[in-house]
């Protein structure tokens, strides 16, 4: 029975994921409607494409990283409640973006 919760739990978690992700894609300063896009409108398409799209996936693959930073600090600290805030995780960054903002001063954040 709690195997079966379980998988319940992970697809509905799954299904609202996706289901939010989707509306993210329509949320915004400009609006962008699903038949604009489909109707083909230039401008609709640009900022879905340029701005949207990679906002999501930036999102996502941050999520996804957070995610495996976590499990991977889990695993070597043999402590389920350990976390990358807690392991350090966000200074490392910090220090990489101090690194390379003094290496590379003409970039931006």
């Known amino acids: 029975m709690a195997v079966i919760k ?11 994921l996706l ?10 300063v400009l609006d962008v409607e699903l038949s ?11 900022v879905f494409l340029i701005s ?3 906002r999501l996936l930036a999102i996502l693959c941050t999520g996804i990283g957070m995610s495996v930073a ?8 043999m402590n389920k409640f350990v976390s990358p805030t ?12 101090l690194l390379a903002l003094l290496f590379m001063p003409n970039s931006t954040l």
């Open 70 to 77: 976590g499990l991977i600090m889990q695993q070597l600290c």
């Open 36 to 46: 604009g896009l489909l109707q083909g409108n230039r401008e609709h398409l640009e």
């Open 6 to 16: 379980k998988h319940l739990t992970t697809i509905v978690l799954f299904a609202l």
């Open 19 to 28: 289901v939010l992700a989707v509306w993210s894609l329509f949320v915004g």
């Open 86 to 97: 807690t392991g350090a995780t966000i200074s490392s960054a910090q220090f990489g973006i």
């Open 52 to 54: 949207r799209l990679p």
